[in-house]
T-cell receptor, first 110, second 114 residues
Framework: TQLLEQSPQFLSIQEGENLTVYCNSS?????LQWYRQEPGEGPVLLVTVVTGGEVKKLKRLTFQFGDARKDSSLHITAAQPGDTGLYLCAGAGSNYQLIWGAGTKLIIKP | NAGVTQTPKFRVLKTGQSMTLLCAQDMNHEYMYWYRQDPGMGLRLIHYSVGEGTTAKGEVPDGYNVSRLKKQNFLLGLESAAPSQTSVYFC?????????????FGDGTRLSIL
């Protein structure tokens, strides 16, 4: 059974600080996606990484796919209250079905 | 842009009652999915469909049935609701199933079984 572990489960920091969220597995994924979910809404895709070692930037968010395609990280620089939400990673397994992490709940305090 | 629409948004059922959750998408997507989201467990796939008239089991299919009679609609049924089915249910759709395609989600149905 393929599993994706996210850490930390919960993070509360002040506006302006930097943070990193991790997504780890013992399995290899063909691709990995990061979603953000706000209360009362469904997840919304932020980015898809496909190649081992790939780095993608989305404004203040930097996403990296591990060289072995088993792990990924999301780094936020100078966090803002608008970054508050639940961040979910999802890896595409051997049958292309998504395996979801449990999520990191992020709160950015003004 | 409607995207994926789920109805109802909230529902309270008694144990043993039945109900159907409705999902409609207007993006002409082939693939549709039903997930449940529980605290600390992420999204778990219940059933999915790769096209009109087809359905397949996901990770946690027991106690649920689905139908995809029209390409734009995917229905999730609970024949005899149990308290363990209390959850938030999300429908999603995608153009392909290759894992690189984004899944587009509805806003969820919050279901409580008493």
């Amino acid at each position: 059974t393929q599993l994706l572990e996210q850490s930390p489960q919960f993070l509360s920091i002040q506006e302006g600080e930097n943070l990193t969220v991790y997504c780890n597995s013992s399995s290899v994924f063909s691709s990995l996606q990061w979603y953000r979910q706000e209360p009362g809404e469904g997840p919304v895709l932020l980015v898809t990484v496909v190649t081992g070692g790939e780095v993608k930037k989305l404004k203040r968010l930097t996403f990296q796919f591990g060289d072995a395609r088993k792990d990924s990280s999301l780094h936020i620089t100078a966090a803002q209250p608008g970054d508050t939400g639940l961040y979910l990673c999802a890896g595409a397994g051997s049958n292309y079905q998504l395996i979801w992490g449990a999520g990191t709940k992020l709160i950015i305090k003004p | 842009n409607a995207g994926v629409t789920q109805t109802p948004k909230f529902r309270v059922l008694k144990t043993g009652q039945s109900m159907t959750l409705l999902c409609a998408q207007d993006m002409n997507h082939e693939y549709m999915y039903w997930y449940r989201q529980d605290p600390g467990m992420g999204l778990r796939l219940i059933h999915y469909s790769v096209g009109e008239g087809t359905t397949a089991k996901g990770e946690v299919p027991d106690g649920y049935n689905v139908s995809r009679l029209k390409k734009q609609n995917f229905l999730l049924g609970l024949e005899s609701a149990a308290p363990s089915q209390t959850s938030v249910y999300f429908c999603a759709s995608s153009y392909q199933k290759r894992g690189r395609e984004p899944q587009h989600f509805g806003d969820g149905t919050r279901l409580s079984i008493l």
